[in-house]
Nanobody, 116 residues
Framework: QAQLLESGGGLVHPGGSLTLTCADY????????MKWYRQAPGKGRELVAS????????EYADSVKGRFTISRDNAKRELYLQMNSLRREDTAMYYC?????????WGQGTQVIVSS
């Protein structure tokens, strides 16, 4: 059974916005730092944003700074990625990730396509 389930991807025009959600179905969501990665066609997986377990600290890849916002709701056990001013180069499969109990845990991904 999947522990992480992403949703919210889709087709959007350049300059548009999307919000991705990652629901965590395992125990202890609030204990762990969480991350969003993405993988564009023909490229390696790229770290997009990370957030501390409490949500107090965030980090972003230079390519998305000022446009993307990572956040979380520990009560709902959900992770979010608000994406604004989307560009064609943001087209990718987006994954949420957690390192939990000495294991890399990945969601199945949600596809984002930025195209006119």
């Amino acid at each position: 059974q999947a522990q992480l389930l992403e949703s919210g991807g889709g087709l959007v025009h350049p300059g548009g916005s999307l919000t991705l959600t990652c629901a965590d179905y395992a125990f202890g969501f609030s204990r762990y730092d969480m991350k969003w990665y993405r993988q564009a066609p023909g490229k390696g997986r790229e770290l997009v944003a990370s957030i501390s377990s409490t949500g107090d600290s965030t980090e972003y890849a230079d390519s998305v700074k000022g446009r993307f916002t990572i956040s979380r709701d520990n009560a709902k056990r959900e992770l979010y990625l608000q994406m604004n001013s989307l560009r064609r180069e943001d087209t990718a499969m987006y994954y949420c990730y957690v390192y939990r109990l000495a294991t890399d845990v990945w969601g199945q991904g949600t596809q984002v396509i930025v195209s006119s």
